[in-house]
């Protein structure tokens, strides 16, 4: 029996909440914060898989695939907008499947590929505008990281990195942390912490997510978030909150 949502719509303004996952969209054991999502929101699961186009047609559409199939898991309607470049994202036929959407998720790939086809862009601006009307908005590891407002280089931290979309400023993420802690111990991991007050590091670990924002949060998943600075680590396990400090330029933004 499929996963159904409740299709109660909310007459709210106040935008939705954010996920920002370590891994694992679209699977089964992602599939209650996924529903959680979209409770109470319009069973419309809008889905972009545009970070996976460098890795070729066919991962494109094996994220197509599972997405559908979490959908179906979800009983609601997948909307899959086929954004591969940014011509496309400044297509109005494309910005028009964001329209009614309850939950919008930008899953995984390259995160400064992301960045660079979304950025000014007519679906960029259809993102945001949903998510402020009460859509929820999620990333999963390349999508997460684009959310903020810096795309670090992990493998060649020390080179930089990438404007991202900035819709939330105050952070930069590190997905996958588990599996990337294991290979870069701290001293590496502290080029990524960037000397600014108002920045929030935030690793997540794989099948993890924070959700709430975009100040306040909750670890969910089977693993657990860190917070990371030039001291070291603190661990936040599943139900821990965390509470991020805003920035100046902290605001929900169409890059315009």
């Known amino acids: 029996m ?4 409740e299709t109660t719509m909310t007459s709210t303004s106040v935008p939705g909440p954010i996920a920002l996952v370590g891994s694992g969209e679209y ?7 996924e529903g959680g999502l979209l409770q109470g929101r319009a069973p419309r699961y809008v889905q972009l898989a545009t970070a996976a186009v460098p890795d070729g ?3 494109v559409e094996h994220w197509h695939d599972v997405g559908r199939q979490q959908a179906e898991r979800l009983g609601v309607e997948p909307v899959i907008v086929e954004v591969n470049d940014r011509d496309d994202a400044n297509r109005s036929d494309l910005a028009a499947l964001i329209a009614g ?4 998720y930008l899953s995984g790939g390259d995160p400064r590929y992301l960045a660079n086809a979304l950025r000014d862009t007519l679906v960029w601006r259809a993102i945001v505008d949903e998510w402020r009307s009460g859509a929820a908005l999620a990333g999963c590891s390349a999508g997460a990281m684009a959310l903020t407002s810096w795309v670090p280089s992990l493998r060649h931290p020390r080179r ?6 900035a819709l939330l400023s105050h952070l930069r993420v590190i997905p996958h942390f588990d ?10 991991t502290r080029f990524l912490v960037p000397h600014d007050e108002h920045v929030t590091v935030i690793g997540i670990d794989e099948d993890t997510a924070l959700v709430g924002g975009p100040h306040e949060w909750t670890v969910r998943g089977r693993q657990s ?5 030039v001291e070291g680590r603190i661990e936040l396990t599943s139900g821990a909150t965390l509470v991020t400090t805003p920035s100046s330029r902290d605001a929900p933004s169409t890059n315009e």
């Open 179 to 188: 599996a990337f802690a294991k290979r870069m111990p701290d001293i590496v």
């Open 57 to 59: 047609p066919e991962v």
């Open 27 to 33: 699977l089964t054991q992602m599939t209650d914060i």
């Open 160 to 165: 930089g990195g990438t404007d991202g979309l």
């Open 2 to 5: 499929p996963y159904l949502v």
């Open 101 to 104: 959407a309850g939950l919008i």
């Open 225 to 229: 978030a860190w917070i990371l600075s």
